[in-house]
């Protein structure tokens, strides 16, 4: 299975940064894995949130392949304990070609993400900036992958 992380903007802060690369390369020990960043819409001071939103939908669909079984991260998404979520990652190494996940803007995603989107995941309750979810989610798709192996990263 392939898999895809997708996030809005560059990531800035370098110790962040730091942290998100370390997981890459450790994640990519598992399974084959691509960071991929788009670029944020300039000028957006003209536009309203929702306006914003579609145009950084138009630009995450056009990253999406038909068969992609498409994850967003999303305040209302269903939330996993650590081995809870690897275990649903274990399904879909068994039944997904590629698997994508999603990270989106300021304001969130617009209708036709949501609507192409299979499923929601929520990393917490809590808000977390951006940048941080992105760390965040790629330790966390690492300690799925080591649980998943019987390896000793994680503990109960």
């Given amino acids: 299975m392939k898999t895809l992380l997708i996030v809005m903007g560059k990531t800035t802060d370098k110790h962040f940064i730091a942290g998100i690369e370390d997981y890459i390369g450790r994640i990519k020990h598992y399974l084959p894995f691509q960071f991929v960043i788009i670029s944020e819409i300039k000028d957006t001071r003209n536009l309203s949130e929702d306006q914003q939103k579609v145009q950084e939908g138009e630009l995450i669909l ?7 079984t498409v994850v967003l991260l999303d ?8 081995v809870e ?7 879909k190494m068994n039944t997904v070609k590629r698997l994508v996940f999603i990270i989106g803007g300021a304001y ?14 929520s990393l917490s309750k809590m808000t977390f900036s951006h940048q941080m979810v992105r760390l965040i989610f790629v330790e966390q798709l690492y300690r799925a992958c080591t649980i998943i192996k ?6 109960e």
């Fill in 150 to 155: 019987g390896e000793p990263y994680h503990h």
């Fill in 75 to 82: 305040e209302h998404g269903a939330e996993y304990r650590s």
């Fill in 62 to 68: 056009k990253h999406l392949q038909v068969s992609d």
């Fill in 108 to 121: 969130g995603f617009s209708q036709p993400v949501y609507q192409r989107a299979n499923e929601l995941i």
């Fill in 85 to 91: 979520y690897a275990k649903w990652l274990q399904k």
